[in-house]
């Protein structure tokens, strides 16, 4: 069985910076394409950000130049670091791959001042 455990969100002030972090159990992340979702309050989940299996990646024009996404395989671990954050990144970020797993619990992030 599948399991994605997502951990870094928090409260941070516009202009900061927070770095998510995806780990799997039961699925390699480096035979997959894998992304990072985001579902705003009262929106629908968007991809924000993917890094297929060769590693190459892929942002939503939201995010372009501010987030990286990186993979680490030796730790199987996904990341999105997250710079100059602004009010409209806020919402619940998770990740998952092609073809999708269940989905893991996710983490908040809220940019507030």
């Known amino acids: 069985q599948v399991q994605l455990v997502e951990s870094g969100g928090g409260l941070v002030q516009p202009g900061g910076s927070l770095r998510l972090s995806c780990a799997a159990a039961?699925?390699?992340?480096?035979?997959?394409?894998t992304a990072w979702y985001r579902q705003a309050p009262g929106k629908q989940r968007e991809l924000v950000a993917g890094?297929?299996?060769?590693?190459?990646?892929h942002y939503t024009d939201s995010v372009k130049g501010r987030f990286t996404i990186s993979r680490d395989n030796a730790k199987n671990t996904v990341y999105l670091q997250m710079n100059s954050l602004k009010p409209e990144d806020t919402g619940v970020y998770s990740c998952?791959?092609?073809?999708?797993?269940?989905w893991g619990q996710g983490t908040r992030v809220t940019v507030s001042s």
């Open positions: 890094i297929t299996s060769a590693g190459y990646t």
């Open positions: 998952n791959t092609n073809p999708a797993t269940t």
């Open positions: 039961g699925r390699i992340f480096s035979s997959y394409f």
